[in-house]
């Protein structure tokens, strides 16, 4: 799999474009702004992009999706339908967050746990993790042990629970069950920040160990 990274707004949100290398076919994932840049990226390489899939429903994670939906003639899929009350909440999110006022959007498809998301050759699992939110969805890609995860595991840290219907328990059995269960080896694609790995992070990842939270 073929993965080039975009950091968008002002809370540098890794937006991924994720290829198949047989074929070409391409997904965002995670648009969460920067439309502009996000289309020069895609027009100066000649990506052909099929799809948007979002992990979760945090305005700097989908702020984009929609007008690039329409620009680009695709469907946007994921997260899990237990987020929708996210995207009932993007005009408040905007105010929240200090965002250009956003109006609602809902995903083309929802997903959910055990599903699977084709993208030419490439086949994306999808993991159900919340505890962030309640619907966020990982896609974890076997054949290069690549997870992207969206905001539920961080290098050294987890994501916040303290927004809406949060639950730091219910996080922390997400990671053990769904992430900590895959191969040491696998690349962690986190939506914020530095890449990490399931090994790096079972062993020293603070908030995982008891040592916090």
């Known amino acids: 799999m073929q993965v080039i990274t975009i950091p968008v707004t002002p809370f540098m949100q890794n937006c991924r474009i994720i290829c198949c290398p047989v074929t070409g076919r391409c997904a965002v994932v995670d648009p969460g702004g920067d439309v502009d840049k996000l289309l ?30 329409n620009a680009l003639g695709v469907d946007i ?29 809902f995903p083309n498809r929802w997903l959910e746990d055990g599903d699977c998301v084709e993208l030419g050759e490439l086949k994306l699992e999808v993991r159900h993790c919340p505890g962030h939110t309640p619907g966020h969805v990982v896609f974890y890609e076997p054949q290069s042990a690549t997870v992207l995860v969206g905001d539920v595991l961080f290098k050294g840290s987890v994501g916040r629970t303290d927004f809406p219907k949060g639950d730091a328990a219910l996080l922390k059995r997400s990671i053990e069950t769904q992430l900590f269960t895959l191969p040491e080896a696998t690349r962690v694609m986190s939506g914020h920040g530095e890449d990490t790995s399931i090994g790096y992070e079972q062993r020293h990842n603070p908030f995982m160990s008891g040592r916090f939270g």
């Open 40 to 69: 020069s990226v895609i027009k100066e390489r000649a990506l052909d992009v099929e799809m948007i899939l979002l992990t979760h429903g945090h305005l700097d994670h989908v702020g984009a999706s929609e007008t690039l939906s």
């Open 77 to 105: 899929v994921g997260p899990q339908r237990e987020d929708k009350f996210w995207f009932d909440a993007l005009p408040m999110q905007a105010q929240m967050f200090g965002f250009a006022p956003h109006a609602a959007f």
